[in-house]
T-cell receptor, first 112, second 118 residues
Framework: NAGVTQTPKFQVLKTGQSMTLQCAQD?????MSWYRQDPGMGLRLIHY???????DQGEVPNGYNVSRSTTEDFPLRLLSAAPSQTSVYFC???????????FGQGTRLTVV | AQSVTQLDSQVPVFEEAPVELRCNYS??????LFWYVQYPNQGLQLLLK??????LVESINGFEAEFNKSQTSFHLRKPSVHISDTAEYFC????????????????FGQGTILTVHP
């Protein structure tokens, strides 16, 4: 039972580079979301999806894109990385009607 | 919209001492309340949740939290902590019975780092 899987676990980017953080869940959850965790700020919602083909912005969407072509996958794209995007990123999923989400192990991203 | 305030950024305690991690929230609608725990270098795990019914909820590892609607609080307590409880704890809320695009969004507090010393 893999749950929510995030890859990579660690990444260092140069300013201006692009990359995609991968998130996959094997629980057939409709709802998936991306958060970033910064010291003293808790977790802030970047983007979320309530089902395949449906995405919407969260609290801090600027600089990030998402897509949801399948129920299982919800990749997060950084088009042009900036030092302000240095953070730990968490993907989460939940089943419609359930309360409380399952989180991945996180991706620690450093932009230099 | 909801907001969550965790009143202490760091709480150091000695092993076997009691601890309380404080959480206050604000919301114009009914909410569900959660505590998540993040052990070092790991993801977040759901510790306990309040959805409805009894205002006192418990986790399997001895933590409990009490929903106080009048004080808009959901403080987390444990009567005797262990070294293994060292972690960061996050309080979170979501809108109760939300539908459509607002369904399921969690709003987190800033986190409280609990450090248990021997």
């Amino acid at each position: 039972n893999a749950g929510v899987t995030q890859t990579p676990k660690f990444q260092v980017l140069k300013t201006g580079q692009s990359m995609t953080l991968q998130c996959a869940q094997d629980m057939n959850h409709e709802y998936m979301s991306w958060y970033r965790q910064d010291p003293g700020m808790g977790l802030r919602l970047i983007h979320y999806s309530v089902g395949a083909g449906i995405t919407d912005q969260g609290e801090v969407p600027n600089g990030y894109n998402v897509s949801r072509s399948t129920t299982e996958d919800f990749p997060l794209r950084l088009l042009s990385a900036a030092p302000s995007q240095t953070s730990v990123y968490f993907c989460a999923s939940r089943r419609q009607g359930a309360r409380g989400a399952f989180f991945g192990q996180g991706t620690r991203l450093t932009v230099v | 919209a909801q907001s969550v305030t965790q009143l202490d950024s760091q709480v150091p305690v000695f092993e076997e001492a009691p601890v309380e991690l404080r959480c206050n929230y604000s919301s114009s609608v009914s909410v569900y309340l959660f505590w998540y725990v993040q052990y070092p270098n790991q993801g977040l795990q759901l510790l306990l949740k309040y959805l409805s019914g009894s205002t006192l909820v418990e986790s399997i590892n001895g933590f409990e939290a009490e929903f106080n609607k009048s004080q808009t609080s959901f403080h987390l307590r444990k009567p005797s902590v262990h070294i293994s409880d060292t972690a960061e704890y996050f309080c979170a809320v979501s809108e109760a019975n939300a539908g459509g695009t607002s369904y399921g969004k969690l709003t987190f507090g800033q986190g409280t780092i609990l450090t248990v010393h021997p």
